[in-house]
T-cell receptor, first 114, second 113 residues
């Protein structure tokens, strides 16, 4: 069965540190890829998405992600995090041709310390 | 504000109660979804509706009964729930099922005693 893995469950960083959150999926076909963020007490919202084209995708708030097809990965990056980036981050994948359901990873809780 | 609202935001119910969760989207979307978010588990898709028709039931127990009277409203009727059903229930909508970005509501935090 198709699955999405986020290996970092909890990440603690200091402000201005660089961030990279891992996301891998298991599926050899075409995928649509998403990163969602859930700030404390708020709803899930989209950070960025990849459907096709340039594998380096830029999203809101300075986030970017790179699709590496050969590694089945879609890692999220930010060069310099801020305290306000403290949130839970979810990678999600639509396995096109596999029911077109949005499958989520377990999430990564990021805490940014001042 | 995402354009997807959910009520109530919090609900406590006994195992013999019957309650309903409501979701409304103001985005003109055609597809609506129910998800269950439990601690330390991935979001679980429960149901998908497209143009008011259910297109996905992800092996959800019959004690959860969805209803979609129109493309803007989605309900989740609950009866004889179990304590393990306690979770955050999220509603989402998208222009089309399975392809587009989904917009999520704030969720209903359900506690079953």
């Amino acid at each position: 069965a198709q699955s999405v893995s986020q290996h970092n469950h909890h990440v603690i960083l200091s402000e201005a540190a660089s961030l990279e959150l891992g996301c891998n999926y298991s599926y050899g076909g075409t995928v649509n890829l998403f990163w969602y963020v859930q700030y404390p007490g708020q709803h899930l919202q989209l950070l960025l998405k990849y459907f096709s084209g340039d594998p380096l995708v830029k999203g809101i708030k300075g986030f970017e992600a790179e699709f590496i097809k050969s590694k089945f990965s879609f890692n999220l990056r930010k060069p310099s995090v801020q305290w306000s980036d403290t949130a839970e981050y979810f990678c999600a994948v639509i396995f096109t041709g596999g029911g077109n359901k949005l499958t989520f990873g377990t999430g990564t809780q990021l805490k940014v310390e001042l | 504000e995402t354009g997807v609202t959910q009520t109530p935001r919090h609900l406590v119910m006994g195992m013999t109660n019957k309650k309903s969760l409501k979701c409304e989207q103001h985005l003109g979307h055609n597809a609506m979804y129910w998800y269950k978010q439990s601690a330390k588990k991935p979001l679980e898709l429960m149901f998908v509706y497209n143009f008011k028709e259910q297109t996905e039931n992800n092996s959800v127990p019959s004690r959860f009964s969805p209803e979609c009277p129109n493309s803007s409203h989605l309900f989740l009727h609950l009866h004889t729930l179990q304590p393990e059903d306690s979770a955050l229930y999220l509603c989402a909508s998208s222009q089309a099922p399975g392809i587009d970005e989904q917009f999520f509501g704030p969720g209903t935090r359900l506690t079953v005693l």
